[in-house]
């Protein structure tokens, strides 16, 4: 049993890239509209401009989801930090890792923005 799930761990990426390969093979007809909301697609469906198309309003759609995830995470972390760095009266244990916790949040803030800024920058117009 354990050899199995071990096995099944090990080749699941290399499962999940074949996928991915499948679905980026296929053409972009196939692929519009079909994972959107109804109104998403019918807005996308009665403009004839590439950036209303459904990949390009799916891409908006996720992108806009992962920066509400990334705000609501890393505002959530800020504050869990600053009740430990608070709360740490003399323990260096506690001060030092509030502050990697802070610092891994700031890196990770300008890594998110980073990947947004080359988002804009090799779909200019299209997303924001």
Do not use: H
Not at 21 to 27: N, R
Not at 75 to 93: F, H, I, K, N, Q
């Amino acid at each position: 049993m354990k050899q199995k799930l071990r096995t099944l761990l090990l080749l699941s990426p290399l499962m999940m890239g074949s996928l991915s390969i499948g679905v980026a093979t296929q053409p972009a007809a196939a692929l519009d509209c079909a994972i959107l909301p109804k109104s998403i697609c019918a807005q996308a469906e009665e403009s004839k401009d590439v950036k209303k198309t459904g990949t390009m309003v799916l891409l908006v759609w996720v992108l806009n989801i992962l920066t509400a995830g990334v705000g609501i995470a890393a505002v959530g972390t800020l504050v869990y930090a600053g009740v430990l760095y608070s709360s740490a009266g003399g323990s260096s244990e506690q001060v030092a890792k509030a502050k990697k916790l802070i610092t891994d949040v700031v890196i990770g803030i300008v890594v998110f923005a980073l990947m947004y800024f080359a988002l804009q920058w090799l779909l200019p117009g299209a997303i924001g």
